[in-house]
């Protein structure tokens, strides 16, 4: 069964700094990964999606990602952070079969908080 | 482009008693999918609905069921509500082998 982990809960940062989070992933073929951000009490964006083809992708809001598949990885980078990034941010992976895509799988969230 | 809605925003139930909620898809879009988010649970997959037909299920009890209408819209009725299914369920939508975005869900409250 595919899994994907966030091994970081929280994650400060300052206004300005660099930012990355980090994704691991456990699945049998090719996977297809997103990034997706939650404000409080909010539904969840789209900030980028791998399916194929280059292995960085960039994304909305200056995010971007790469995906390692020696090292099972799809971090999520920021060259300069601002306060409105402050957020839940979750890593998923979808399976897809003949129909469409089956359910995403979810990491736990990794909580960023930004520091003025 | 409207986004996917959900309705009603906030529900209130007691325990026992039987909760419907509805989702509308992005236009275009014949994939409906139902997540639980539940407070230390994470975001779980429940339900996937294409062209009419539930194509799979999270490892939920069968209380928790669905369909999707001719226009794709979709409902997620959870029957014999527990405490424990107070959480915000969010709806997403997709069209063939591509993203899926969510709307704002609905919060559940199990009193």
């Known amino acids: 069964a595919q899994s994907v982990t966030q091994p970081d809960i929280h994650i400060t940062v300052s206004e300005g700094a660099s930012l990355e989070l980090r994704c691991n992933y456990s699945?049998?073929?090719?996977?297809?990964l997103f990034w997706y951000v939650q404000s409080p009490g909010q539904g969840l964006q789209l900030l980028l999606k791998?399916?194929?083809?280059?292995?960085l992708v960039q994304g909305i809001k200056g995010f971007e990602a790469e995906f390692k598949r020696s090292q099972s990885s799809f971090n999520l980078r920021k060259p300069s952070v601002h306060w409105s990034d402050a957020a839940e941010y979750f890593c998923?992976?979808?399976?897809?079969?003949?129909?469409?895509?089956?359910?995403?799988?979810f990491g736990k969230g990794t909580h960023l908080i930004i520091q003025p | 482009e409207a986004g996917v809605t959900q309705s009603p925003t906030h529900l209130i139930k007691t325990r026992g008693q039987q909760a419907t909620l509805r989702c509308s898809p992005i236009?275009?879009?014949?994939?409906v999918y139902w997540y639980q988010q539940a407070l230390g649970l994470g975001l779980q997959f429940l339900l996937w609905?294409?062209?009419?037909?539930?194509?799979n299920r999270g490892n939920f009890p069968p209380r928790f069921s669905g369909r999707q209408f001719p226009n794709y819209s979709s409902e997620l009725n959870v029957n014999a509500l527990e405490l424990e299914d107070s959480a915000l369920y969010l709806c997403?939508?997709?069209?063939?082998?591509?993203?899926?975005?969510f709307g704002p869900g609905t919060r559940l409250t199990v009193l």
């Open positions: 236009s275009g879009h014949t994939s």
């Open positions: 699945y049998g073929a090719t996977p297809y």
């Open positions: 998923a992976v979808a399976q897809y079969s003949g129909g469409g895509a089956d359910g995403l799988t």
């Open positions: 997403a939508s997709s069209r063939g082998l591509a993203e899926q975005f």
């Open positions: 609905y294409d062209e009419g037909e539930e194509r």
């Open positions: 791998y399916f194929s083809g280059d292995t």
